[in-house]
């Protein structure tokens, strides 16, 4: 079972290096996005899905990735790689700062005081022109960028769907859960839950980070409607709820299929598409609370190492 | 460029604020009532508004509709919406986890937002009805805003004269206090589960009529006031139906001084700045008192 597993994870790997030598651009990119989707749905997922604190501003980190890093490459001169990684390090304080306060409301109320967070780091990025160049956005021209983004993408994707899968096996990852189910019950078996909640937060803001700083280097432009825009948080929370919160391929499995699905067909649609989107987390809430991987039972790679 | 700071002009910034104030109090209470009795936040809150203002919006465009009068129509509908929502959707999750209402009424609002955006396009409409300002008292005021306030004050008093009176009044306040012991009086909960989800849209949708006599009217406007009505029942106490009428008015009051003092670009900011403030320094609320 564990060599099966191994095998077909070595396999989806091998064809996903392969795609960009062997396919045009067009597919390339779009891979990439899928990959940066399920990186943010797989984030949005520890803190939401594991942790139960759903996060209506998850989109205040990638957006705050994405402009430390372009200031970073603008600004210090720093080569591209490094520049991502402090993007995500920028991400991470953030949500170390804002996590003192706004872990200690309980679920909704975290909820609103998140959507008001995106909405102000939106501002924000507006108001300090001399540094982020206001409504202009940054720009940063470089030869075309793609293949190192797909990759950077790639190992940011596989990073964050391999730190799901130990939360789902860990310790950790079960006193995460114990803090969904019941926080007072889970205070009193003597889990530290502000620690706990911190940490998950952390970690689910930092990849967020990485994610925006590498999709300012493909881009290489950003602006800050685009950069935060709700649709972002929109998109990681409703793929995840679509594919299964609180899985490991939950969200991996709504992301490519929303983002296939929205790219391909839908996208002659605009407003449809999104309208679907309310609809689906509308069915799936009230039909199919786990979402996709509920419906297929959920067995093979998602059961537990231990008993 | 700083402007010189004197008392007619504070006098007359004190004056918008409040205008602005009134019409925030009757979204508020709306929202503050599905709270505090169902324990439901209504994240589609904001779109409600947005579909009360396209109500009138279309009525005046195609028909000559006067905005007043419109209410008259843009109530019953959004009550008929919240009644519809809460009997075959909300209903149905109010007994799980309070996380799964807000997903539902999230997943309303983007179904809304977008639904406007395909049949009524991103274009900014505007009810072009009582232009002007009157001067009053060495005072300016904005003729439509100060029609559309004292319109949203008699709606907001009639509702609370309708909360402290009215049988079912009576039995939605039981109902916020206790949900088990006005069972146990012979109250239908389920019912009045359902006529306070019409109640709270349709003063959504009222706000909706009057606020589309003061801004454009357009499919997204709904987020912004989702998210002003929230800090409105945070500063009022969530779920305390008078807090909701003095947080509407100490936010239009915050919201005017704020453009004057910081900067006319984070006025915007400055209801989700005070939203995250009072809600990490006080939950409980400004004027509330603590419910638990």
């Known amino acids: 079972m564990r060599v099966r597993a191994g095998l077909i994870v070595l396999g989806v790997v091998l064809l996903l290096a392969l795609v ?16 940066m989707y399920i990186a943010l749905a797989s984030s949005w997922n520890i803190i939401s899905g594991y942790t139960g604190y759903v996060s209506f501003g998850h989109v205040a980190f990638f957006g705050v990735g994405a402009y430390v890093c372009a200031i970073m490459i603008t600004r210090q001169g720093m080569p591209w790689v490094p520049a991502v990684l402090v993007g995500g390090a920028g991400a991470a304080l953030l949500s170390l700062i804002l996590g003192f306060p706004c872990l200690r409301l309980k679920g909704p109320y975290f909820a609103i005081v998140m959507l008001g967070i995106g909405e102000i780091m939106r501002v924000t990025v507006l108001y300090f022109e001399d540094l982020t160049e206001g409504g202009f956005g940054i720009s940063f021209p470089h030869p075309d960028a793609t293949i190192p983004s797909y990759f950077a993408m790639g190992i940011t994707a596989a990073a964050v769907v391999a730190l799901s899968q130990w939360l789902a096996n860990s310790k950790f990852g079960l006193r995460l859960m114990s803090i969904r189910e019941d926080e007072l019950a889970a ?19 930092f990849f967020p980070g990485v994610a925006g700083g590498i999709y300012a280097y493909y881009l290489s432009y950003i602006e800050p409607e685009s950069t935060f825009a709700v649709l972002i948080t929109i998109n990681m929370a409703i793929m995840t709820i679509f594919g299964g919160r609180g899985t490991v391929l939950g969200p991996v499995v709504g992301a490519a299929s929303l983002y296939v699905m929205s790219e391909l067909v839908w996208i002659r649609f605009p407003f449809l598409h999104l309208a679907l989107f309310g609809a689906i ?12 991987m509920g419906l297929v039972g959920a067995k093979g790679v998602l059961v537990r190492a231990r008993n | 460029m700083p402007i010189p700071i004197t008392l007619p002009l504070l006098s007359q910034i004190f004056v918008s604020g409040l205008l602005a104030g009134g019409v925030y109090a009757l979204i508020a209470l709306g929202l503050t009532m599905i709270f505090g009795v169902m324990r439901v936040i209504n994240i589609s809150h904001g779109e409600m508004v947005m ?64 639904m406007a955006l395909y049949f009524w396009t991103a274009d900014f409409r505007s009810v072009e009805y009582l232009t002007g300002s009157v001067k009053f008292g060495g005072l300016y005021f904005s003729l439509p805003r100060l029609v559309a306030f004292w319109v949203a004050l008699t709606i907001t008093l009639a509702t609370f004269l309708f909360l402290k009176r009215s049988r079912i009044g009576k039995a939605i306040r039981a ?26 849209a349709a003063l959504a949708g009222a706000g909706g009529s009057l606020i589309s006599i003061m801004i454009a009217v357009y499919p997204e406007m709904g987020a912004l006031l989702t998210l002003k009505s929230f ?12 807090g909701a009428f003095w947080g509407g008015l100490a936010l239009g009051l915050a919201e005017s001084f704020g453009s004057l ?15 995250v403030l009072v809600l990490v320094i006080k939950p409980s609320g400004l004027f509330g008192i603590v419910r638990r």
């Open chain 1, 187 to 205: 205070e009193a078996m003597g889990i530290n839950t502000t620690k706990y909640k911190i940490v998950a937060f952390v970690l689910s803001a």
């Open chain 1, 20 to 35: 960009p030598l062997l396919m045009q651009t067009y597919v390339v990119s779009l891979v990439l996005f899928i990959f």
């Open chain 2, 175 to 200: 109902t916020s206090q206790s949900r088990d012991v006005a069972m146990a009086c012979g109250i239908n909960v389920r019912r009045i589960y359902a006529i306070t989800f019409g109640i709270g």
């Open chain 1, 281 to 292: 987390i509308i069915v799936v809430i009230l039909f199919m609370p786990r979402g996709i």
């Open chain 2, 261 to 275: 003092f910081i900067s006319e670009k984070v006025s915007e900011a400055i209801a989700y700045c005070l939203l």
């Open chain 2, 231 to 242: 800090t409105v029942i945070v500063l009022g106490g969530m779920g305390n139906f008078a």
């Open chain 2, 51 to 114: 579909l009360g203002a396209y109500v009138t919006f279309w009525l005046f465009h195609l028909v000559g509709f006067n905005p007043l009068l419109s209410l008259l129509l843009s109530m019953p509908a959004l009550f008929l919406v919240g009644l519809f929502m809460e009997r075959f959707f909300v209903a149905r999750v109010l007994d799980l986890p309070e996380i799964t209402s807000l997903l539902l009424t999230f997943g309303f609002s983007i179904l809304m937002v977008n």
